[in-house]
């Protein structure tokens, strides 16, 4: 019965996406978001009976082939379910987010201005959004590495499509294409890294891999001749760059502000809880190999935190209200990171899921408002629209709260969690990693609070004044609503197995000397309702309350304030406006690079090596043989029997000799 239930789960959005892909123009619009809608609702109830089974009742973990596609030397290729706490909880988050975009789209969608009316495009963005689903669900279901990497391509794949959605736009056309290139950067990291898997291990299966670590632990081998790698750290480093790809950590970031070109439901399942959560999930998987290395979990945990501290300072600019959402979600996945290179999966993996909550929470508002002006997004445009969208105005200040960590919400839990792991944690970088999350901190707090109060007060701009500003309606709405709940109050009943270990139990392996979150556990924890109270004379908190306090003077009661500021830092201001120049690197290096190298190859390789010197000069070389040994061919019977003659007494010669 499980099995059928898990096969239900994974197909019953693939069913629904084919539905609306192949048969759209037949079933219209209305067939289109209810065959979708359909196929996502029994994916959630499947998912929650699995999460009730697996993670509140603490069924066994569950391991099954579902087919084999290949059998080589004794290795299996399959495609199967792994389900434990770990990826029961993740499905049962990837389709309840899934299931708010798709009820939400119905609604955005049809205030879409960008198409033609007649065009299907409508049945075929809820054909992406499902099979996006679908995607996921392959990837966190996975038992192999095969299936995972299926799952992994699908996600980008569909993202490739849904953030060029708008193939009219120039701007889209490029933004996918960069997402693209920038993520087969990093694919190529994680095919290498599931190579060095197959090889040294001979199998696909996590189970039999994780059982071969331990003797593997000190194979040894050589890139450079001469000099000896641990194949290990090797490994997870390759798989690493995948990770780094998906989850956007720098320098392979550039790609994910660029996808707020797609329609904002997809910025919310993008950001929220599909494709960059991938790479956070990646690493949780792989946990008992990562505690292996100690290198590896060092690069990630340096990576993570460089990623959360300067990609926020980034959000403090931004003028687009669906780019400082997305620049506080390269943040975020800082974080995540960082607690994994701090052998801290528990509190990464709790910010992933509250992480999924509030900014699924946070975009949907945020397109909420473009809705209600008119499909404008600059900041600059908006002011005052509390008193015209008291819904979207509660939904986004339950986000923002608990984007900042407020007490109480469900960020506090999960990233205090990850501030009290790296403190605790003695790993090279670990000192820096939390010195540049707790000035994040800040950062956050400001940035996100920046944008609500430019948003929702201050003084209306000539735009709100003469258009008609109203609340977005119900299909809109009640996603909102919805999300609100657990963006408040997952963490406080989660906070303490996630810290004692008992959450994810098995699923998630640990050192015992790695094991910084029972640390604080032991240390810190005297209950849920004691770290709130407490928790207002702590440093995250303070520092969180300052921004919003900072945000409010500078953007509420001295508005003059911030052009000051931009004319005293002209050029700290060009540092942030040209997002550290990653995007001129990338454009040299690569874009021009890569052009000139084509020229060069066209006009001295192949017009000159291979066009003029090897085809042009074979070609003259054989006319011209040609032409000699035409001239032998006389026609006299006397100079045919004379060569004859002549190579029979060569041969006899050689044999002779």
Request: aromatic share 14%; glycine share 8%.
């Amino acid at each position: 019965m499980l099995h059928t239930i898990l096969t239900l789960i994974l197909v019953s959005p693939l069913i629904g996406a084919l539905i609306a892909g192949l048969f759209g123009r037949q079933i219209g619009r209305v067939g289109a978001h209810t065959a979708t809608i359909l196929g996502v609702t029994i994916s959630v109830v499947l998912s929650a009976y699995v999460f009730n089974q697996f993670v509140l009742e603490g069924a066994e973990a569950y391991n099954a082939s579902l087919y084999t596609w290949l059998v080589t030397d004794g290795i299996r290729f399959e495609l199967g379910f792994m389900i434990d706490e770990l990826s029961a909880t993740m499905m049962l988050v990837v389709t309840f987010v899934s299931l708010m975009v798709h009820i939400y789209t119905v609604g955005y969608m049809d205030h879409d201005e960008d198409y033609d009316h007649n065009d299907p495009y409508y049945q075929r963005f809820f054909s992406y959004i499902s099979l996006f689903t679908f995607s996921m669900l392959s990837l966190v279901m996975a038992n192999n590495f095969l299936q995972l990497f299926f799952g992994w391509e699908a996600v980008g794949l569909v993202s490739y499509l849904l953030i060029g959605f708008y193939m009219k736009r120039e701007s889209a056309i490029q933004a996918n294409f960069k997402a693209f290139l920038v993520n087969r950067v990093g694919d190529l990291g994680f095919i290498l890294g599931i190579a060095v898997v197959f090889v040294y291990f001979n199998t696909m299966d996590y189970n039999e891999f994780f059982a071969q670590l331990a003797d593997n632990k000190d194979v040894m081998i050589e890139i450079i001749p001469g000099v000896e790698w641990s194949m290990i750290t090797l490994m997870l480093i390759l798989l690493f760059v995948g990770a780094m790809g998906k989850s956007a950590q720098m320098p392979l970031h550039v790609w994910l502000p660029e996808s707020m070109e797609g329609p904002t439901p997809i910025s919310a399942l993008i950001h929220a809880a599909t494709m960059v959560t991938a790479g956070v999930f990646l690493i949780a998987r792989l946990s008992p190999a990562f505690e292996m290395s100690e290198v590896a979990l060092s690069v990630v945990l340096i990576i993570g935190a460089l990623t959360a501290f300067l990609m926020g300072l980034l959000g403090l600019i931004q003028t687009d209200i669906k780019r400082v959402v997305a620049y506080s979600t390269l943040s975020q996945l800082g974080y995540m990171i960082a607690a994994m290179g701090a052998s801290a999966y528990a509190a990464g993996m709790f910010h992933v899921l509250t992480h999924a909550f509030f900014k699924a929470l946070l975009f949907l508002a945020a397109g909420s408002v473009i809705i209600a002006m008119h499909h404008k997004q600059e900041i600059s445009d908006m002011g005052g629209l509390k008193k015209y969208m008291p819904i979207t105005y509660i939904a986004m200040l339950i986000g923002s709260l608990a984007l900042i960590g407020f007490p109480g919400f469900s960020g506090f839990f999960s990233k205090d969690s990850i501030l009290l792991s790296l403190n605790e944690a003695e790993r090279f970088g670990s000192s820096f990693a939390y010195i540049l999350l707790m000035a994040g901190v800040f950062i956050t707090a400001f940035y996100s609070f920046r944008m609500f109060f430019l948003v929702f007060h201050g003084e209306e701009s000539e735009y709100v004044k003469t258009h008609q500003i109203k609340e977005s309606p119900w299909v809109v709405t009640v996603p909102l609503v919805l999300l609100s709940v657990p963006a408040a109050v997952m963490g406080l009943p989660m906070i303490e197995p996630m810290l004692n270990g008992t959450y994810f139990g098995s699923a998630l392996q640990i050192l015992p000397q790695n094991d910084v979150m029972m640390t604080v556990y032991t240390t810190y924890y005297h209950g849920a309702v004691d770290m709130i109270v407490h928790s207002f004379l702590t440093l995250p908190v303070i520092l969180a309350i300052s921004g919003v306090v900072l945000a409010y003077v500078m953007y509420v009661q001295v508005p003059t304030l911030p052009a000051k500021l931009k004319k005293m830092c002209p050029r700290g201001f060009y540092v942030l406006d040209s997002a550290y120049g990653f995007d001129r690197l990338n454009d040299i290096v690569f874009v021009d690079g890569t052009r000139k190298l084509g020229h060069f190859f066209n006009r001295v390789v192949d017009g000159k090596i291979i066009d003029t010197g090897m085809v042009t000069n074979t070609f003259m070389a054989v006319s011209n043989s040609a032409d000699a040994l035409r001239q032998s061919q006389t026609g006299y019977l006397y100079h045919y029997a004379f060569v004859m003659i002549l190579g029979l007494l060569a041969m006899l010669v050689w044999t002779l000799w």
